[in-house]
């Protein structure tokens, strides 16, 4: 006997453990061919958030849908060392212990880098089972495990024999507490309160006259190499080529002409910091500027500054410079701004500088070419199609990619130097040291390279080394290229551009035939996530409350394509609650002897609720199917929310109630064995989305009948439907009846008509819907919509009616409502609506509202406007029925 309630957290653990048991996520070949996707990787030392239990549901709901179609999945798991973020968290370990990297030196603290992995690093794949991911953890991998390194070094290699890898001196990110070169993605632009400085720069051959230049960094101008002004601006016509004393540095600079400089802003003139500004460092390209690097590894100054700023921080020769400003009679004025202030991604407390140094480069743009034209040729699609617009955007402006970091966790680059600094890249030692012999002409001692490599260069060579590559194994062979990337829009670029990059260049052809991209997930009212804001929803927390099902129904029934997925608790409540009118439908037809029944035959059915709901169930899976061939997850699990909830349990079993107590022994049999048909096929269309509930009620189900021979549900084939059992008769009939009781049921509800009150009435029927089949199903209007129908006219005062697409229903009223004072109700009511939606237009026509309101809040208010508009609607109709 089931339990009354439905208790995830009784079945989830113990479910999950038997499936990995006993290898159901693992590959069979089937036959019908292959289908494999690679998880995004996250981080080692992450814990799964919301956006990764979004990203994990779609490609589980892909995996356990088409592992049921009989193709042989792979779902291939893992993580990302995760270079930055992992050595802060054992550094910060080892100052909790009053030691440092240094102080240990770099092996030591790779072995507690390793050790910490070991202990901690699993922390995120514990999670992803709890979402119920079907993944082949037998096949997990690591991006610094042996295999992928080695794929790692030998990619590297081959790009600098290429003649694609080299070194150059040019701007990066610098994060000074870390002393290394970070990617764009690991810097956040954090709005703040700040000043602009004007500071006057005296001309050398007049000392009298000044340029104004406006900063938010003062210290850098020590930097300066120029000073830019727009070719046509009139005002500095005469003193382009002239030169400006640089105050303090008292150097002398150049003024140039060059269109970065903008007439309209501030003084028109900018100063130039090549080595401190990526658009200054451009310009002085162009102008031929030196760059002046005046910054240490640390963020303090350099000695190419005058002695007393030497060794400062950027804080304090700011506020030293200033202040000499101030003396000299050169600070013009000082403004009050909020401005973003870049920060380092992970503790948002160090600022990131731009920083001149030498560093590996990779010259991408050949291999953006291969990866272009695997997505022009339709090798390769984006879902939606819009998003490739914005791969080719970022590829045809690509720059030359910064590969090295100054760090010690990652993988080191295989260069080792010789006495005169000239490079061997090779993938081994000893291979460096025969091709350093055979240049030097005698054996020369070699020094390895202490830079590692940014975390994206391995990460870009996820979908084929993680299948054994460079190794030829039956994986890559099988599963490579991928089916499907699922990923979200803001790593476009960081990862699914390499991984095009990497694959079309080093394996011949695109990685992956869909790249699938979702949108973020806000919570309810549709604003982004943050902590300062409170509404970070913890996904773990939801499916200890609700269970992992709700969560995954919730999330997949929210994800529209190109549409932010809105989620909080009381979303995923309503989809627990789904899950239980599932449970409590298996528990009626368990107490009603509805079992499915072995050999039975849809298409012998004869009764015409039982022919109605077949058809209903052979939709449903055309639904379910077509919509996840387009991935469209929202509709799919739409249709399986309405199937289930409102044609099975709110009214298939509504309407078979009679039949089941009734006498005749034969029809009672056939609906006992055609609900517990349907019930099967729902736990079939449902698994890919709700895995443990359906699971849990095919295996009751099959202890209590038989014949299921232990096996799993999710190893279970697809149905596949005659579409000859959709009785367009039983279907007219049946969907009219259904609509005309909801119908009835709204008006009454709108009328305040009290739920025990029979109500008589008429219908005037257009032709649609035979007048026998009112009078056949006249006992359900009256047992389920409390209503007495004919389709005679009627005699009354005091009536509303319900328009349907077969007749009007006019209902019999008197007797039940007062119809003034509903009237008075309904048109307080309505006028309620009518004051809101002005109050939401008038915010909506505000400009400085708009200009000002984030997004979502826009977005916001205009549902509300149009939820107001529809509840109005359906006032004045039920005002205009009732008059």
Known sequence: MLDKTFDPAAIE??????????????????????????????????????????????QDVLCRYERMRGKDVLWVPGTDHAGIATQLVVERQLREQQTSRLKLGREEFLKRVWAWKAESGGTITRQLRRMGASCDWSRERFTMDEGLSKAVIKVFVKLHKDGLLYKDNRLVNWDPSMQTAVSDLEVESIEMKGHLWHLRYPLAEDPERFIVVATTRPETMLGDTGVAVHPEDER??????????????????PIVADEYADPEKGSGAVKITPAHDFNDFEVGKRAGLPAVNILNRDGTLNDTVPEAYRGLTTAEARKRIVATFEEMGLLDRIEDIAHAVPHDEKTKTVVIEPYLTEQWYLNVQPLAEKAMAAVRSGETSFVPEHWSKTFFQWMENIQPWCVSRQLWWGHQIPA???????????????????????????????????????TWFSSGLWPFSTLGWPEQTDDLKRFYPTSVLVTMFDIIFFWV????????????????????????????????????????????????????????????????????????????????????????????CEMNACDPVKGFDPKSVRGRINKWIIGETVKAEAAVREALEGFRYN??????????????CDWYLELIKPELMGENEAAKAETRATAGWVLDQILLLMHPFTPFITEEL???????????????????????????????????????????NTAIRSVRSLLNVPPGALVQSSISLTGAVNEAVIHEFAPMFERLSKTRIATTPMNAETTGS?????????????????KAKELARLRKDAAKQDSEIANI????????????????????????????????????AAIARLG
């Open 13 to 58: 653990q113990r479910l999950y453990a038997q499936w990995e048991g006993a290898g159901a996520f693992k590959p069979t070949n089937k036959g019908k061919g292959a289908f494999s996707i690679v998880i995004p990787p996250p981080n080692v030392t992450g814990s799964l958030h919301i956006g990764h239990a979004l990203n994990n549901t779609l």
């Open 236 to 253: 500095y016509t005469d003193l382009v080529g002239k030169m400006v004393r640089l105050p303090i540095a008292d150097r002398l600079i």
């Open 416 to 454: 080792w130097y010789g006495p005169d600094g000239r490079a061997f890249v090779e993938e081994t030692e000893a291979e460096a040291e025969a091709a350093a012999l055979k240049h030097y002409g005698k054996a020369e001692a070699l020094t390895r390279d202490s830079d590692v490599l940014d």
């Open 497 to 588: 551009a390499r991984m095009m990059m990497f694959g079309t260049d080093i394996m011949g052809a695109a990685p992956f035939k869909t790249v699938l991209i979702h949108a973020r997930v806000v919570d309810e009212k549709g604003q982004k996530m943050s902590k300062t804001k409170g509404n970070v929803v913890d996904p773990l927390t939801l499916i200890d409350q609700y269970g992992a099902d709700a969560l995954r129904f919730g999330l997949a029934i929210a994800a529209a394509q190109g549409k932010d997925v809105r989620m909080g608790p009381s979303r995923v409540e309503g989809y627990r609650n789904f899950c239980t009118k599932l449970w409590n439908a298996a528990r009626f």
């Open 635 to 648: 509709d799919a699990a739409t249709a399986l929310y309405q199937f289930v909830w409102n044609i099975f």
């Open 698 to 740: 095919w295996e009751k189900i099959g202890e209590r009948v038989g014949g299921r021979n232990e096996e799993f549900l999710m190893l279970q084939p697809w149905p596949v439907y005659d579409p000859g059992l959709i009785d367009a008769a039983a279907s007219a009939d049946l969907n009219a009846v259904i609509e005309g």
């Open 802 to 818: 319900a328009v349907t697409s077969f007749g009007t229903i006019v209902l019999d009223l008197g007797g039940h409502i007062d």
């Open 841 to 876: 237009e008038a915010k909506l026509g505000n400009a400085d509202f708009v200009s000002r309101a984030p997004e979502e809040v826009i977005e916001e208010q205009k549902e509300r406007r149009d939820a107001a508009a529809a509840t109005r609607d359906r006032l004045n």
